[in-house]
């Protein structure tokens, strides 16, 4: 992207409307038209977050959006039973909570980084497992190997051996 600086002279109409909506007159010396929109101009286009195949989130989101079960009684139980405390907002799954906000949804990539990201990042002060796991939930995230995952961290930062 590039910006290119118009010279006032060449750019009279937004001058004299800047200078309109900066004074308390009515007045100005330019016919001014205005045109309301009561739509955007821009088309908004539906998007739509794109999960992969195998994460431990697909089963959950196939049942809440289309009620589709695993053919495995066992597994559809399981499926029923756990997507009772998710649900999804625009496209996007979320964990519910007694006491605590909705939960974001991650796949291992995304939380692998965010792990990282509070433990030794920017502002990570290498904190242990428990304390790891009690600041993702309080940042917002969700994920259902989160204690697992948090212990692996720990054990292979040098600073906190």
């Given at each position: 992207?590039?910006?290119?600086q ?55 989101m ?29 496209d ?11 939960l ?13 990201e ?26 259902p190997?989160?204690q697992?995952?948090a ?11």
């Amino acid at each position: 992207m590039e910006f290119m600086q118009i010279p006032r002279s060449q750019n009279m109409g937004a001058d004299e409307v800047s200078k309109l909506a900066s004074s308390r007159k009515k007045e100005s010396s330019m016919d001014l038209t205005m045109e309301i929109r009561k739509h955007p101009n821009i088309e908004e286009v539906s998007t739509f977050a794109i999960q992969s195949a195998n994460s431990w989130m697909t089963p959950i989101m196939s049942f809440l959006q289309d009620r589709h079960l695993p053919q495995n009684t066992k597994e559809a139980k399981k499926v029923r039973k756990r997507a009772a405390r998710f649900t999804i907002l625009n496209d996007t799954l979320y964990k519910r909570g007694f006491s605590m906000p909705y939960l974001k949804c991650v796949d291992e990539e995304e939380a692998r980084y965010i792990l990282e990201e509070i433990h030794g990042g920017v502002c990570g002060n290498h904190v242990g497992p428990r304390s790891l796991v009690n600041k993702v939930i309080w940042t917002g995230y969700f994920w259902p190997t989160m204690q697992v995952d948090a212990v692996e961290i720990v054990k292979k930062c040098d600073k906190c051996q």
